[in-house]
């Protein structure tokens, strides 16, 4: 049975950092690209941060770009996202997939 287990999400204050972790178990996790998308209320899910499967090509949204680092450790089947200088605007919940799986998700909340 395939799981997508994210987690790591909480309250930052603006200018604070997080790292999210996405753990997959019963699924050849090394041969497939993980992707990151994020849904704040009222809007539409928004595609953040990509890494292949290689773990060599890495594509980011303008929004977060500079900011959010995606990475991902083959022996641990777990892939990351450490964000700093985090906005309010970074609040919503964090989905990890892979193919058609996906985690249950994790809030994300920035606010002084």
């Not at 799981?3 to 997080?18: M, T, Y």
């Not at 753990?23 to 809007?43: D, H, N």
């Not at 949204?61 to 500079?66: N, P, Q």
Request: aromatic share 10%.
């Amino acid at each position: 049975q395939v799981q997508v287990v994210e987690s790591g999400g909480g309250l930052a204050l603006p200018g604070g950092s997080l790292r999210l972790s996405c753990v997959v178990t019963g699924f050849t996790y090394s041969l497939y690209a993980i992707t990151w998308y994020r849904r704040a209320p009222g809007k539409e899910h928004e595609l953040i941060a990509s890494i292949s499967a290689g773990g060599g090509d890495l594509n980011y949204a303008a929004s977060v770009k500079g900011r959010f680092t995606i990475s991902r450790e083959k022996g641990e089947n777990t892939a990351y996202l450490q964000m700093n200088n985090l906005k309010p605007e970074d609040t919503a919940v964090y989905y990890c997939n892979l193919r058609d799986y996906w985690g249950q998700g994790t809030q994300v909340t920035v606010s002084s």
